[in-house]
């Protein structure tokens, strides 16, 4: 039976990152792996994936989402975290993922759309993703530079699509 750690500050607290780290402490349970709770309640406090920065009046949230459930679970999140604003999503996927459904997701919270292809062989062309008809599109070269032109737009950045970003 899953047994969900004590939240902690600073750490993991979105919803889905405390399910993921049930399942693994349920994991090296039926292992039979020793499982030593200071150990958890300490990786829990310092581990990451998600992270999001503000500095000089920029918020950006990096998310590795990089399937149509972890998408939906982003968009759960950015609805309860970020209730009312509309993000930048800056988007690489890899081309073997099921990519219109992780858009059609991130379509519910995102203003406008920024593809860009990262360096992987299995990386979907950004000509190949499709946006909804309501939602602008831009193509840029690499993530640094849709970055920055995301920051001209004063709105909130949200990075994700893949673990490779």
């Known amino acids: 039976m899953l047994s ?8 993991s607290r979105w919803l889905h990152q405390q399910v993921n780290a049930a399942v693994a402490v349920e994991a090296l349970h039926q292992a039979n792996l020793p499982v030593y709770p200071q150990a958890v309640a300490t990786g829990l406090a310092t581990g990451f994936l998600a992270r999001t920065i503000s500095a000089r009046g920029i918020h950006l949230v990096l998310d590795g989402a990089h399937n149509p ?33 992780m858009i059609e997701a991130l379509s519910q919270v995102a203003a406008r759309f920024f593809w860009f292809r990262f360096r992987n062989d299995r990386t979907a062309l950004p000509s190949d993703l499709q946006t909804p008809d309501h939602l602008p599109r831009t193509v840029y070269p690499d993530v640094k530079s849709a970055i920055a032109e ?16």
């Open 69 to 101: 459930a972890a998408s939906w679970h982003l968009v759960q999140t950015w609805k309860e975290y970020h209730r009312g604003t509309t993000p930048t999503v800056i988007f690489g996927g890899l081309k073997d993922k099921n990519l219109s459904q």
């Open 150 to 165: 995301a920051r001209t737009l004063r709105d909130p950045i949200l990075v994700t699509g893949s673990l490779y970003l």
């Open 4 to 11: 969900f750690p004590p939240p902690v500050s600073g750490g």
